[in-house]
């Protein structure tokens, strides 16, 4: 049977996560070709049932929404699901889980939210439904891992389906030419990138998903993780922003600047990958739902020059430069649906003939299915996955980062300096976690 874990592990996740609306593979271009047919086996309602289905649109998500709404639609069971973006997403859970009756019968969701979401009681914990029905979905060869992301003091609150880990994108025609090799420190992408800069090629060759509403907190939280400091000193109940590395962080992604865009600060994930396919970048840094999305040839002109590799470290012996977020199936509390029925529709779209449908657009949560000879960027994925930073599995941390993320791009755009905005991002956070 899948392992459940223990509270302490519960709150000792080592694996990275998304931050709130940082978007992941949202707005994708993959076609929906990769949907598996599977069964998917309940027992009938009795009566006509439409069952909502809310999930983002992304390469990486559609095969198992796709192999949901797919094989559980019956002549009684209407699966329903709508195109949504990330954004929508987020602002339709929010809605969804905030009555005592919702619209959505199942929720796609993401490790970052969990926490939150359990603690405040909002989607069901599954263990009886795991205990139940694990065999029949083989759900013990999930990642024990990525079920621990999906975890809150001990009880699983979603199934996980796949993750997203940063993974570098580079032009390898660009780096053969140059003669250089993928950069695994920020000393090395700087150089890299001023040599690519100086070779006339390109004048901004690096693109990283830098969005003042959102991708900016994404990007600082993983420059801090790799140098070893988490948002907050969970033990004490205080803020790290007062730590040296809460500056470095800083200093170290603005000393990216000169190799960006000046305009970084508007580009979200899916302007970063059209960066890549209209050969404006050599270079970028995004979650790995967006990577087989730049090697279609119907996607971009430049499809067959893309290669990948782990992303950096921010310093030699660190952490990756990363955010590992692990995406899931939640059941929200307020459904009126039986609870049997929704986790046979889940278990089914995670099974092992689905998962395997998924790949490369995905990176199923299932063990050992991703390789270097399925997937474009498999054993890129396989180094992030085991180097990111660990979680911050807490219900304030999603908080916290939102209510520091404007200070941030303040600070990176240069109307604060480090050290003003660090001291502020102590304050904000503070306030925060005295209020929880």
Request: proline share 7%; hydrophobic share 40%; glycine share 6%.
């Amino acid at each position: 049977m899948i392992r459940r874990p223990s509270k302490k592990a519960a709150l000792a996740v080592g694996i990275g996560a998304a931050l709130l609306l940082s978007g992941c593979g949202a707005g994708s271009r993959t076609q929906d070709k990769n949907a598996a047919e599977v069964p998917c086996e309940f027992e009938a309602p009795g009566s006509a049932t439409t069952v909502n289905v809310l999930a983002y649109n992304s390469s990486a998500i559609d095969p198992f929404t796709n192999t949901l709404v797919a094989n559980c639609t019956t002549d009684e069971v209407d699966v329903v699901h709508e195109p949504v973006d990330f954004a929508g997403q987020v602002q339709r859970t929010t809605t969804t889980l905030a009555g005592a009756e919702g619209t959505y019968d199942i929720l796609e969701t993401y490790g970052y939210i969990i926490p939150e979401n359990a603690e405040s009681e909002k989607i069901l914990p599954l263990n009886d439904l795991i205990d139940k029905y694990g065999d029949t979905y083989g759900l013990d060869e999930l990642s024990p891992s990525m079920v621990e992301a999906m975890s809150y003091n001990g009880d699983v609150y979603a199934v996980p389906m796949q993750a997203q880990m940063y993974i570098m994108a580079y032009r390898k025609d660009i780096f053969d030419e140059l003669g250089l090799e993928p950069p695994t420190t920020f000393d090395e992408l700087r150089d890299v990138a001023q040599k690519i800069q100086d070779s006339g090629e390109y004048q901004y060759p690096l693109a990283l998903p830098l969005l003042a509403s959102s991708d900016i907190a994404t990007a600082y939280d993983s420059a801090l993780g790799s140098l070893g400091v988490d948002l907050v000193d969970h033990e004490a109940g205080k803020p790290n922003f007062d730590q040296p590395e809460a500056i470095q962080a800083f200093e170290e992604l603005k000393s990216l600047a000169p190799y960006m865009d000046p305009q970084v600060t508007t580009f979200d994930q899916p302007k970063v990958q059209q960066q890549m396919y209209n050969g404006d970048a050599a270079i970028s840094i995004m979650f790995s739902g967006r990577m087989n999305d730049l090697v279609q040839e119907s996607n971009s002109p430049n499809f067959d020059k893309i290669a990948f590799a782990a992303p950096p470290a921010v310093v030699e012996g660190g952490k990756q430069y990363s955010t590992l977020s692990v995406d899931g199936w939640s059941i929200p509390a307020n459904t009126s649906l039986d609870e049997d029925m929704l986790f046979n529709m889940i278990g089914s779209s995670v099974s092992e003939k689905a998962s395997l449908a998924a790949i490369p657009a995905a990176y199923p949560a299932r063990q050992g299915l991703v390789t270097a000879e399925n997937s474009p960027y498999g054993a890129a994925a396989n180094d992030a996955i085991e180097n990111a930073p660990a979680a911050e599995p807490f219900p304030y941390t999603a908080k916290v980062s939102n209510a520091v993320r404007p200070v941030i791009a303040e600070v990176f755009t240069g109307a604060l300096t480090p050290e003003e905005g660090t001291a502020q991002m102590q304050t904000i956070a503070q306030k925060v976690l005295d209020a929880e």
